[in-house]
Nanobody
Framework: QVQLVESGGGLVQPGGSLRLSCAAS????????MRWYRQAPGKERELVAT????????MYADSMRGRFTISRDNAKNTVYLQMNSLKPEDTAVYYC?????????WGRGTQVTVSS
Protein backbone atom coordinates (compact mmCIF):
# COMPACT_ATOMS: atom_id res chain seq x y z
CA GLN A 1 0.00 0.00 0.00
CA VAL A 2 1.40 3.35 -1.05
CA GLN A 3 1.66 5.97 1.66
CA LEU A 4 2.86 9.55 1.47
CA VAL A 5 3.08 11.27 4.84
CA GLU A 6 3.74 14.99 5.02
CA SER A 7 5.15 16.72 8.08
CA GLY A 8 6.75 20.00 9.09
CA GLY A 9 3.82 22.35 8.74
CA GLY A 10 2.81 24.83 11.39
CA LEU A 11 2.37 28.47 12.28
CA VAL A 12 5.12 30.87 11.22
CA GLN A 13 5.45 34.63 11.09
CA PRO A 14 5.75 36.48 7.80
CA GLY A 15 9.33 36.35 6.59
CA GLY A 16 9.96 33.09 8.39
CA SER A 17 10.91 29.66 7.11
CA LEU A 18 9.59 26.12 7.25
CA ARG A 19 10.84 22.83 5.89
CA LEU A 20 8.24 20.33 4.84
CA SER A 21 8.99 16.63 4.48
CA CYS A 22 7.11 13.88 2.71
CA ALA A 23 8.03 10.31 3.55
CA ALA A 24 7.02 7.72 0.98
CA SER A 25 6.50 3.99 1.39
CA UNK A 26 5.04 1.17 -0.67
CA UNK A 27 6.44 2.39 -3.98
CA UNK A 28 9.73 2.41 -5.84
CA UNK A 29 10.40 5.99 -4.82
CA UNK A 30 13.41 6.62 -7.03
CA UNK A 31 11.31 6.08 -10.16
CA UNK A 32 8.71 8.70 -9.30
CA UNK A 33 8.71 12.38 -10.06
CA MET A 34 7.63 14.20 -6.92
CA ARG A 35 5.55 17.31 -6.60
CA TRP A 36 4.31 19.63 -3.91
CA TYR A 37 0.89 21.18 -4.33
CA ARG A 38 -1.01 23.53 -2.07
CA GLN A 39 -4.62 24.49 -1.56
CA ALA A 40 -5.74 27.62 0.20
CA PRO A 41 -9.27 28.01 1.59
CA GLY A 42 -11.74 28.68 -1.21
CA LYS A 43 -9.13 28.20 -3.90
CA GLU A 44 -8.18 25.42 -6.28
CA ARG A 45 -5.20 23.20 -5.62
CA GLU A 46 -2.11 24.60 -7.32
CA LEU A 47 1.26 23.14 -8.24
CA VAL A 48 4.11 24.50 -6.13
CA ALA A 49 7.19 22.60 -7.25
CA THR A 50 8.34 19.50 -9.12
CA UNK A 51 11.48 17.40 -8.95
CA UNK A 52 12.37 14.65 -11.39
CA UNK A 53 12.98 11.07 -10.30
CA UNK A 54 16.76 11.40 -10.08
CA UNK A 55 16.55 14.92 -8.76
CA UNK A 56 18.31 16.35 -11.76
CA UNK A 57 15.70 18.94 -12.59
CA UNK A 58 13.35 21.10 -10.58
CA MET A 59 10.53 23.41 -11.57
CA TYR A 60 8.62 26.01 -9.60
CA ALA A 61 5.51 28.09 -9.88
CA ASP A 62 6.39 31.70 -10.59
CA SER A 63 5.29 32.99 -7.20
CA MET A 64 7.50 30.47 -5.35
CA ARG A 65 10.63 30.64 -7.48
CA GLY A 66 13.53 32.00 -5.47
CA ARG A 67 11.79 31.44 -2.13
CA PHE A 68 11.05 27.70 -2.19
CA THR A 69 13.43 24.82 -2.85
CA ILE A 70 12.38 21.25 -3.56
CA SER A 71 14.83 18.42 -2.99
CA ARG A 72 14.78 14.68 -2.47
CA ASP A 73 16.77 11.95 -0.78
CA ASN A 74 16.14 8.71 -2.64
CA ALA A 75 17.99 6.74 0.04
CA LYS A 76 15.42 7.95 2.58
CA ASN A 77 12.40 7.87 0.26
CA THR A 78 11.75 11.46 1.22
CA VAL A 79 11.07 14.70 -0.61
CA TYR A 80 11.47 18.10 0.99
CA LEU A 81 10.20 21.61 0.46
CA GLN A 82 12.26 24.38 2.01
CA MET A 83 10.15 27.51 2.21
CA ASN A 84 11.79 30.85 2.97
CA SER A 85 10.50 34.43 3.10
CA LEU A 86 7.02 33.16 3.76
CA LYS A 87 4.07 35.43 3.12
CA PRO A 88 0.51 35.33 4.45
CA GLU A 89 -0.64 34.30 0.98
CA ASP A 90 1.43 31.11 1.34
CA THR A 91 -1.08 29.93 3.93
CA ALA A 92 -2.52 26.65 2.67
CA VAL A 93 -2.57 22.92 3.09
CA TYR A 94 0.51 21.53 1.35
CA TYR A 95 0.26 18.15 -0.34
CA CYS A 96 2.87 15.73 -1.57
CA UNK A 97 2.29 13.95 -4.89
CA UNK A 98 4.15 11.05 -6.49
CA UNK A 99 3.71 10.49 -10.22
CA UNK A 100 4.94 7.84 -12.63
CA UNK A 101 3.18 7.77 -15.99
CA UNK A 102 -0.54 7.51 -15.27
CA UNK A 103 0.05 6.42 -11.67
CA UNK A 104 -0.35 9.15 -9.08
CA UNK A 105 -0.47 9.11 -5.30
CA TRP A 106 -1.30 11.82 -2.76
CA GLY A 107 -0.57 12.48 0.85
CA ARG A 108 -3.12 13.89 3.27
CA GLY A 109 -1.44 17.24 3.54
CA THR A 110 0.12 19.45 6.19
CA GLN A 111 -1.20 22.86 7.20
CA VAL A 112 1.04 25.89 6.82
CA THR A 113 -0.19 29.13 8.34
CA VAL A 114 1.73 32.37 7.88
CA SER A 115 0.49 35.00 10.28
CA SER A 116 1.73 37.51 12.79
Amino acid sequence: QVQLVESGGGLVQPGGSLRLSCAASGLLFRRYAMRWYRQAPGKERELVATITSAGGATMYADSMRGRFTISRDNAKNTVYLQMNSLKPEDTAVYYCNARLGSSAHWGRGTQVTVSS
